[in-house]
């Protein structure tokens, strides 16, 4: 079955520290890949998305990810992260030509300490 | 804009109440979906909605019953429910599910607890 695996079930760094959530997924042909992010009492919010061409994706609030079609992986990177960026990261695919299924990840959750 | 809004923003409901869950969307998107999400789980996808009809069931118990009354609305009507369905419950909307580069953007969700 179709999966997708975040590494890094929580991540806790200081302020201004570099920033990389690893997702991996195990479906062989054409994919989506989404990464969405869950703020403390919010909903899911989409950070970046790639569909096809330059595997390297930028997003909001300084992130981007990099889609590795060899290593079926989409990792999430910022340079720089801040405390408002603590939060839960859900990496999401959606294989090509299906109806609208989105496979999430089981999320990171990311805390930024001042 | 890619406001999604759900309400009511909490429901408790006993075992034997009929409630509704309600998602609205003025973007124009032609698919809407109904996802559940437990805590510290990532959502799951429950129904899909497109073009005003029902495209993906993903075996859900028929205690929750999906309506979608037009384009821009979903309901997800529920009866009977057990303790275990307690959850968020996610609306999300996209423009069109089988375009190749089709985006879902969530609503805030509705959590829901069943005593």
Known sequence: ?114 | DTEVTQTPKHLVMGMTNKKSLKCEQHMGHRAMYWYKQKAKKPPELMFVYSYEKLSINESVPSRFSPECPNSSLLNLHLHALQPEDSALYLCASSQDSGHRTDTQYFGPGTRLTVL
């Open chain 1, 1 to 114: 079955a179709q999966s997708v695996s975040q590494h890094n079930h929580h991540v806790i760094l200081s302020e201004a520290a570099s920033l990389e959530l690893g997702c991996n997924y195990s479906y062989g042909g054409t994919v989506n890949l989404f990464w969405y992010v869950q703020y403390p009492g919010q909903h899911l919010q989409l950070l970046l998305k790639y569909f096809s061409g330059d595997p390297l994706v930028k997003g909001i609030k300084g992130f981007e990810a990099e889609f590795i079609k060899s290593k079926f992986s989409f990792n999430l990177r910022k340079p720089s992260v801040q405390w408002s960026d603590t939060a839960e990261y859900f990496c999401a695919v959606r294989r090509g030509g299906s109806q609208g299924n989105l496979i999430f990840g089981k999320g990171t959750k990311l805390s930024v300490k001042p």
